[in-house]
Nanobody, 117 residues
């Protein structure tokens, strides 16, 4: 079994910062990519940032958010600076594993980020 556990969410004022962490445990090998998605009320889940051989960011967070990964700890981080009320959402950790040419996708339980104006 593979488990992803997020932490670091909370309530912050606009302009503030938060750092999300996601620790992966279980039968893990050949991590293809790790990333963060978010889902605001009434909206679809969207990609925030992804890290594999390179990093990708949603246009709305470029220059404000930074994704990083500690392979030794099977952990991915999301440093969020200059937060805006529109960043309010549940943030989900995502991991893609490759086994025998098949890609498996795993999700964390989500962590709430609320940015007040």
């Amino acid at each position: 079994q593979v488990q992803l556990v997020e932490s670091g969410g909370g309530l912050v004022q606009a302009g503030g910062s938060l750092r999300l962490s996601c620790v992966a445990s279980g039968s893990i090998s050949s991590i293809d990519a790790m990333g963060w998605y978010r889902q605001a009320p009434g909206k679809q889940r969207e990609l925030v940032a992804n890290i594999a051989s390179s990093t990708d960011y949603a246009d709305s967070v470029k220059g404000r958010f930074t994704i990083s990964r500690d392979n030794a700890k099977n952990t991915v981080y999301l440093q969020m600076n200059s937060l805006k009320p529109e960043d309010t959402a549940v943030y989900y950790c995502n991991m893609k594993l490759k086994r025998s040419l098949i890609t498996y996708v795993y999700w964390g339980q989500g962590t709430q980020v609320t940015v007040s104006s």
